[in-house]
């Protein structure tokens, strides 16, 4: 029989292993998906020679027939849409002997296995070509002859080493867990957490899951992490596996550029941009968009898309400028001006040329979106404050986009005059941020959306340096709204994570961590809504980051909102808007540390607490500051120019270090 069994996932390599006994000989298992060889690997060792004997099957999920040659196993197929699909995987074992018995392969008295399993579809993200490319069984044969060129050594080094040139970009320590409840297995810790225990080290671990999944799930050259990332058991899956534009695919992306895998936001617009002709097409032939006597300009979308230019559940008008919030953030974050140009301009455009011809001009001037809706609540209506919001964050990142590049001044100057037309947030009766234009906002309404939010996060509208009579409605809002009954949803803890975490309340948006580890998480450390998807991963990952770095409302804001919980720890590698880097280490609640890094040559305002400074730096130069930014504050190894101030006052005489570029 079996023993001893364990198994573990390594995030820091991208490696599953699994342990066991059996009569008496330990058996291990290594398993990865590598990026760079496009091959699943599974090698099968023992510590007694020929003990490991097994066998060998490739099933697929629609009843296909597998074929047996040699050491290899393969089924191909074709979907009801005409997409082919092939899977193939070799056996390569060493000692003992490997033999084909129908339709699998047995293997008797090994010393070691290797299996390669490799997979491909012919789709393509192409609408020209109607989706469709190479002949699968080509590349996956190609794929198969390429990995078994290498060992097995070879394939783990590859594989290590392109994770962690990812992986290894952050770092985060928020506390140590005492070593009993660290030694427990997964499902016990959780269910010590749900308790009330203390675990710092699994609320680390869990933001560190949330970029590996994100990695596994959003390469390029390759789909966008969906519903389910691209962990899907079944030919049902929940909502189709598809793209949800009211909130979920966005939060699958929510941790690509603060935590440092900006390359894995990519796959996200090399979508968009496959998608735009057939969204066009839906569009213009959707008789609500149509205008008399003009062309339809631009594309909408609805709540759900897929990935041949399909559109699902009803209209959600301004999702198309929710992605456009994307494709500047991946700018502000990297400071990339060739993307900024090539890809994300033109998009910003077209849609902001969408809205021109489709706001509605009120009686007094002022502009709202038509017929809206605020997921997934309320009537359908005009000036719903979601639909509001999204507009102005795009027309601001748009003109944003125009001075950057120094280009269309006078349409520039347009958007920004509409931007100032549009009806803007609203206080209702008992001091809330209103979800419509009429205040009907019920005080104990447990909604899971806070959709009206939006301009709290991921927006930049409502911050509380910038608007604070805002901020404090928007407090009294997501007070409201609670987290009970409705609210208990893997996506909406994150969220409201985030949220709180913006508004600098360190204790709620803690609270929101517990939420989602006592009543939304499985044994695996998936989220689940229920049932089953990531975005609730994906967005916790991004709400931690937001509670221990900034960068929305014009400056750096390091450790805006660190929980008593947190009182010690230190974060490596997050990102700030402008092309920066920050590390931090705090101790008792306190920053001691904080070293940011330019990595493109711009200027920044840096704030903790109610110190604010300035730096500038030159393209791959630091500054580090040591203490806690008050007047006795030391500064280290500073190229630029610093200065800080409190409370408009200047608290330290401008500190000029010349200090020639290297």
């Known amino acids: 029989g079996f023993t001893d069994y364990r ?3 390594r995030l820091s390599e991208g490696i599953l292993g699994v342990e066991f006994r059996k009569d008496g000989v330990r058996h291990k298992r290594e398993v990865f998906a590598s990026w760079p060889d496009q ?17 060998v099957e490739l099933k697929g999920m629609h009843k296909e027939t597998t074929t047996a040659e040699g050491n290899s196993l393969w089924f ?45 579809t012919n789709y393509v993200m192409d609408a020209s070509r109607q989706y469709r490319g190479e002949d699968p069984a080509q590349k996956v044969r190609r794929q198969i002859e390429a990995a078994v060129g290498k060992s097995f050594e070879e394939l783990k080094a590859r594989h290590v080493a392109d994770h962690r040139e990812l992986f290894d970009r952050v770092e985060v320590k928020l506390g140590e867990t005492v070593a009993d409840v660290r030694a427990l297995p997964t499902d016990q810790r959780l269910a010590a957490y749900a308790k009330g225990g ?23 050259p390759g789909l966008p992490a969906n519903l389910q990332g691209l962990w899907n058991e079944s030919n049902t899956p929940p909502w189709s596996s598809d793209y949800h534009v009211n909130i979920n695919v966005q939060m699958n992306y ?12 990519l796959p996200l617009f090399d979508l968009i ?66 993307f900024l140009k090539t890809v994300a301009y033109p998009i910003l455009k077209e849609i902001c040329q969408f809205w021109e011809d489709h706001l509605k001009a009120l009686p007094d001037g002022r502009l709202v979106v038509p017929n809206g809706w605020s997921p997934e609540h309320g009537p359908h209506e005009d000036g719903v404050s979601y639909n509001q919001q999204i507009v102005f964050d795009l027309f601001s990142n748009f003109v944003e986009a125009a001075d950057t590049l120094g280009v ?26 209103q979800e419509w234009m009429t205040d009907r906002d019920e005080p104990k309404d447990e909604h899971r959306h806070t959709s009206h939010l939006f301009a709290v996060y991921p927006g930049r509208q409502i911050s509380v340096t910038r608007t604070p009579v805002l901020a404090k409605a928007a407090v009294v809002s997501l007070e409201a709204r609670g987290t009970a009954g409705d609210s208990r949803r893997s996506w909406t803890w994150p969220w409201r994570c985030a949220m709180w975490a913006r508004l600098q309340n360190a204790e709620k948006a803690y609270e ?94 840096i704030r903790y607490g109610n110190t604010v400074g300035k730096i500038d730096l030159k393209r791959g130069l630091s500054v580090t500051l040591n203490e806690q930014l008050v007047p006795q504050m030391t500064i280290v190894d500073v190229r630029p120019t610093v200065f800080f101030v409190q409370d408009g006052e200047h608290i330290q005489q401008q500190a000029e270090i010349e200090i020639d570029n290297p």
């Not at 091959?39 to 066998?55: C, D, F, L, M, N």
């Not at 929510?254 to 936001?265: D, R, S």
């Not at 205008?291 to 008008?317: C, F, M, P, Y």
């Open 7 to 9: 198994r573990d996932l």
């Open 39 to 55: 091959v699943i690997v599974v090698r099968w060792t023992a510590e007694k020679p020929g003990a490991v004997s097994g066998t």
């Open 76 to 120: 191909d197929g074709v979907l009801p849409n005409g997409m082919k699909y092939q899977a193939r995987v070799e056996v390569l074992a060493r000692g003992g002997a490997v033999e084909t018995q129908g339709a699998t392969i047995r293997l008797k008295g090994c010393d070691d296995v290797m299996l390669l399993l490799a997979a491909a």
């Open 198 to 220: 203390v675990d710092p080290e699994l609320e680390a671990l869990l933001f560190q899951y949330g970029r590996y999944l994100l990695m596994g799930s959003s390469r390029r």
């Open 254 to 265: 929510w941790p690509a550029e603060p935590t440092n895998l900006a390359e894995c936001h």
């Open 273 to 338: 941009s496959s998608q735009l002709e057939p969204w066009r097409k839906a569009t213009q032939a959707e008789k609500q968009f149509q205008i008399e006597g003009k062309s339809v300009r631009g594309w909408a979308l609805r709540t759900s898309h897929n990935i041949t230019g399909g559109l699902g559940w009803q209209w959600d008008k301004t999702a198309n400028a929710w992605y456009c919030l994307h494709l500047w953030e991946h700018y502000a974050f990297t400071q990339d001006q060739k």
């Open 408 to 433: 269309d001044r006078e349409y520039r100057d347009a958007i920004a005059a509409m931007r100032n037309k549009l009806v803007a947030p609203q206080i209702g009766k008992w001091g809330q941020l």
């Open 512 to 605: 929101m961590v517990r939420g989602l580890f006592t009543y939304n998480m499985l044994p695996n450390l998936y989220a689940t809504h229920p049932p089953f998807q990531l975005d609730g991963n994906f967005g916790y990952t991004a709400g931690v980051a937001e509670m221990l770095l900034q960068s929305h409302a014009g400056e750096i804001h390091l450790l805006p909102a660190l929980p008593n919980e947190w009182k010690n720890g230190e974060v490596k590698g997050l990102c700030a808007r402008g092309g920066f880097t920050v590390d931090m280490d705090w101790k008792d609640g306190r920053l001691t540390k904080a070293v940011i890094h330019s990595t493109t040559g711009t200027n920044s305002q």
